[in-house]
């Protein structure tokens, strides 16, 4: 190497080494040390046996983790976004009509998403902070027959969670393909695909799931798979001999295609994208950590650290955000007390001083709320009173009244009695 192209250690900065934090916001959250070590196993061929089997058992336990015999129940690479896409961009076709009830910013998601490939949108809306009487949403179903209702499960921009069970019964009757966001309460909030008649979901590691970001469990009926399949082109490179495509309009993304994965995914594996690696496995141990717990145990855990943190908020004066009776388990809305003006300041000495990371908000909530999450591994008490300690102290250096220990001792008496 000629002396000009060498390079000097200032230039490759520094060697990689982020602060320890504890997070706090609406996701992503610390990620489980199994999910860590899982993440750093050695690389295995796309299509070797021991590999493939990886898949198969990826297929299985997300099966549990959805409460869902679907066998189509797969990852789609990408964070979860990629997931809500994919099942949107392979169901909803030109002209489709879709329903999209909105209750928050990731609504609006789903109506750009099913917007962006063609379909037919009709929104009904409510006020940040409320969610829809489920007769409301069959009311429009029936109504309007749409070919696909996409729904989000629990919205984070709002700390607001939908409740979902009833509708299965009248999407039957009117041919509806039932799809929910599931991103920020699987694994924490009782999710139940077939108990709620749900024909597709998805949902990323980051939350609840306490995993990184970057691939997505999705789930579908046999309803959704043949929907899927009646669009079925496989990509030309890859086609087997004599091979026909199905009748309807291709699905416009390749990268995102269902009926290619779920090939990909079959024992055909006929060759799509280069499964990833390390978030397979991530995604597989993440699944082992929460169906060791139990599902109904780790909604339980999420509850009783959810219901400590809301006595401390609540016993140092401040207000929650949204209707009481339809809260997110996992993730909490505060009103910004006005001595903290947009509450930036004490999001960031939060964050400075204390390690922990609480979340702001977005749309017309941005500087009105901050959104605390306790989501898998964060959901634990020393947690929970390491945040209200600290929150307790940053709040009166900005200015707001506190009574000392207020907080802390509120969430003490919520877990006294109960394990933790
Ligand atoms: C309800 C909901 N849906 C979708 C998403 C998008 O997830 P991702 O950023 O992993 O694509 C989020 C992220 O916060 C979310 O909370």
Redesign the pocket.
Known sequence: MSSKTVISNQDLFGELDPSPRLLMG??PVDVYPRVLRAMSAPMLGQFDPEFTGYMNEVMELYRRVYQTRNHWTLLVN?????G?EACLGSLVSPGDKVLVPRF?R?GH?LTEICGRVGGEIHTIDTEWGSVFPVEQIADEVRRGQPKVLAM??????TTMAQPLAGLAETCLETGTLFFA?A???LGGMPFNVDGWGIDAAAA?L??CMSGP?GT?PVTLSDRAAKAVNRRKHIEVGIRPDGYVGAAGPPISSNYLDLGMLMDYWSPKRLNHHTESTSMLYAARECARVVLEEGLEASFERHALSNRALRAGLIAMGLELFGDPDNRMVNVTGVMIPKACGNGEKVRAEMLDDFGIEIGTSFGHLAGKIWRIGVMGNVCRKPNILRCLASLEVVLRRNGYDVRSNSGVDAAYDAYSGAAN
């Open positions: 609406p996701g990408g964070t979860a976004r990629s809500i928050g990731f998601l989000v499960h629990g919205d984070t921009s966001d991103t920020a309460t990323g980051q939350k970001p997505s």
